[in-house]
Structure formats: C-alpha cells, structure tokens
C-alpha cells in the first residue's frame, strides 16, 4: 500500500453479467452482502493489519498489540457465529502462512488468543446488545486473549516466571482493547462500508 | 557527502542481499512443491517438539536455522539471540536445582537454566522449520482453503490501494480504502493453482531423508535416555 500518494479517483467498473450485476447489488447494499465474502474482505484486513503490527518491535514476538483484531471486533455484528468462527481461523492460518510460522508456537499462540477473543467478543455483544459499548467488547476480547497467552506462556515458555508478566500483559491488553474499541465505535457510526456490509444502507 | 556515499553503499548491500535471498527462494521453490514440503515440515516439526536429548534437539535446530537460510526467507540472528536470551533469563527468575551462579539478586540454577534453554531452542526451533517448510504459495485444500486464497486476493489489492491514510481523516480514509478494497464489480474468485512444472525426484528424496532424519533422532534420544 502506498500511503504518500494521492488516492486516484476510481471509475466503477461496469458489470458484465447476471452473477456480476447479482454481486454489484449486493456491494450498493439492495440485497445482503455475501458472508464468504465479508469474511475474506475482513480476514484480508487481519493480514494487513497482522503486517503493521510485526514492523511495530516487540519484547517476545507473541507478545501482539492485537491491531489484527480489529476486523474481528468489527465483524461482531455483520457475521453470523459460524462465519464469526472462519473469519478467526482465516486470520490465523492466513497470518501463519504469510509469516511462515505455522508450525511454532506464535501459531498457537495466535489461534488460542485470537479464538478466545473471538468467543469472549461475540458472548459478550450477545449478551450485552446495547448496554454494551465496542469498548467494553474489545477491552474483554483483548484482555480474555492476553490472558489465555499468559497461560500458554505459563505451560510452554516461561514456567512460573510468566506471572511476572501477567501484570504487564494485560495491562497492555486493557490499553490497546480500548483504542480498539474507540476506533470501533466511530468506523461504525461513519462508515459507508461497514453499513453496506450490514445491508442497512441503499446508497 | 560521505554520510550520502555511505547511505548509497549501505543501500546497494541490502539490495544485494535481497537479490541473494530471491535468487536462493527461486531455487527452492523449483525443488519443492509447497505441500510437500509443509507436510514435511509437520512432521519434523513433531519429532523436534517431542525430542528429550537438549543435544540432538540443538543439532536439529541448526539444521532447521540452515533450511531457513536456504529457503530465502529472512533470518535475524540478533532477534533469535534476543529471545532466546529472554526466555532463559525469565526461566532463571524462579530457581530451580543446584545453584550455579550469582549474578547479583538472581541465582542462576542448573534445571531452571537447561529448563529455559531448552524453551528457548524448541521457541526458535519451531520458528525456523516453519520459516523453511510454509512456502507463500501454499493453497490450502476445500471451502475454507478457498475463503483463505480469496482473502489473499483482498489483501494483495490492499496492498496495491494507492490511497493515503492519514491521522486527521483516519476514519474517512480508512472508509475510502475498505470501499475502494470492496467496490471492483468482480468479487475476487480464488486464485487457480500456480501452474508450475512439475518438481523432480529430488525435492521429494530430500524432504523424506529430513524427515527420517527427524524420527531416527528421535528414537535415539528416547532409547537414549
């Protein structure tokens, strides 16, 4: 992605047939969107993310901000559980293929900590509705995964030593949960993408 | 001047060294197909976590680090030392076993130092052989493999996007680049496997004596014990 140059106006591409046409309704938000997808679009997103975050340095490379949730947090409300689900395990092969690490334990790492917070998000907007912010979401899936690594660090890194981070670990998740969380909220109140996703916009 | 010459120099030595590492990549790539090699990769991967002799488990992690070497992928030696060097120091915070040393406050003690190396060259170990054996054209098999190489379409038209993201309209440009993403009137279709010709014997013959290799090391570290 080139972030210093000026973003070129693009000509939508007009549709060629039937299936094509079908699939431009669904991106101007006439009919619902196709959750294989939303959950490629999103886990595509994971990866870039996922990409920001291993430039950002770190102690131990476990030890993620959880940028990479992000599409996650936002797909709380726009997949169903089990496509909620694919779109976790994308985010974690996807991401293992890109940096080689499938095999290791940042592999599991990552699919603990990010099918926790998966789970630990969906449960809690479920149960929450309305009364519950992005934030709070986000802070318990960031907190939830920062825990479930801590135990892992525990089991396979660290031994005993990993309660001395615990602390740290999750103090960082409390922190970037709620960034997260703030971004979340306001892409979702602005976002002409997210409402096309959602089928709750016409434009 | 100097500090311009220098800046050139120093960019011509890592433009050399990615030419190195595509050109090792490329040869790699022509002796292995992707499958084979990350299902060799699984089951080395087993036999190291399983390995109980730290000698042999260090004698395979040199062969893992030299596999990645030869793949083209990027190496940090400095980073592998980092992190090793951390998981023995916060093995080393909780004493275990005779005491070796003092260094200061912290005593140094034989199980919990060979409990942390061990950690650190099964860590790093892990990192390597996956390094060498998950090659990025990798497609998984069935629905889900689909959804995976789809994504893969988005995210290299991410990658592509050549809009600005910026601080003060963060959002409305984060907006711009999920719908510019979204908004082509093709959905991307997983991609058709590499055409690539066909590998020879030889990929295969080296991916079962690593293999191989893997288990026999670990049969004589169990029968060794």
């Known amino acids: 992605m080139m972030l210093s140059t000026p973003a070129p106006t693009k000509a939508p591409k007009a549709p060629e047939s039937p299936e094509a046409a079908g699939r431009a309704e669904v991106r101007t938000g006439l009919v619902r969107p196709d959750k294989a997808d939303v959950t490629a679009l999103l886990g595509a997103f994971c990866f870039f993310l996922s990409a920001i975050e291993y430039m950002i340095p770190k102690p131990l490379p476990f030890m993620r901000l959880g940028i990479a949730n992000l599409p996650i947090l936002l797909a709380a409300d726009l997949l169903p559980l089990p496509w909620f689900l694919v779109l976790a395990l994308v985010k974690v092969v996807g991401m293992s293929v890109i940096s080689g690490s499938l095999f290791s334990y940042i592999a599991l790492f990552s699919l603990a900590g990010t099918l926790v917070a998966a789970l630990v998000m969906w449960a809690a907007k479920r149960a929450g509705g309305r009364r519950i912010s992005a934030v709070g979401v986000s802070v318990l899936g960031a907190v939830a995964s920062n825990a479930v690594q801590v135990v892992l660090a525990r089991a396979v890194v660290f031994g005993d030593a990993a309660r001395l981070i615990a602390p740290v670990f999750l103090g960082m998740g409390l922190v970037t949960g709620a960034l997260l969380g703030l971004f979340a909220e306001r892409f979702t109140a602005t976002s002409a993408w997210y409402a096309r996703a959602s089928g709750r916009s016409g434009a | ?225």
Do not use: C, H
């Open chain 2, 1 to 225: 001047m100097r500090s311009a010459e220098r800046a050139a120099a120093e960019a011509a030595r890592l433009a050399a060294a990615r030419a190195k590492r595509a050109a090792r990549a490329g040869a790699y790539d022509a002796l292995f197909a992707p499958w084979t090699l990350s299902a060799a990769g699984f089951l080395v991967s087993i036999a190291f976590l399983f390995q109980p002799v730290l000698g042999l488990k260090a004698l395979l992690f040199a062969a893992f680090l030299a596999a990645a070497l030869a793949s083209g992928k990027k190496v940090s030696l400095a980073a592998t030392v980092f992190v090793s060097l951390g998981i023995v120091a916060a093995n080393l915070l909780v004493p275990v076993g005779k005491v070796l040393w003092r260094l200061g406050p912290v005593l140094v003690t034989e199980t919990a130092l060979w409990d942390g190396v061990g950690k650190a060259v099964t860590f790093e170990g892990l990192v390597y052989v996956s390094k060498a054996t998950i090659r990025p054209g990798l497609r998984l098999p069935g629905r889900f493999g689909s959804i995976v190489a789809r994504a893969f379409v988005y995210y290299d038209r991410i990658i592509e996007y050549r809009g600005r993201l910026k601080p003060a309209t963060l959002f409305e440009d984060a907006d711009a680049l999920m719908l510019a993403v979204w908004d082509d009137a093709e959905a991307p279709e997983a991609p058709p496997p590499e055409a690539r010709p066909p590998r020879g014997a030889l990929g295969y013959v080296l991916a079962a004596i690593a293999v191989a290799a893997s288990y026999a090391a670990l049969a004589a570290g169990i029968l060794g014990r």
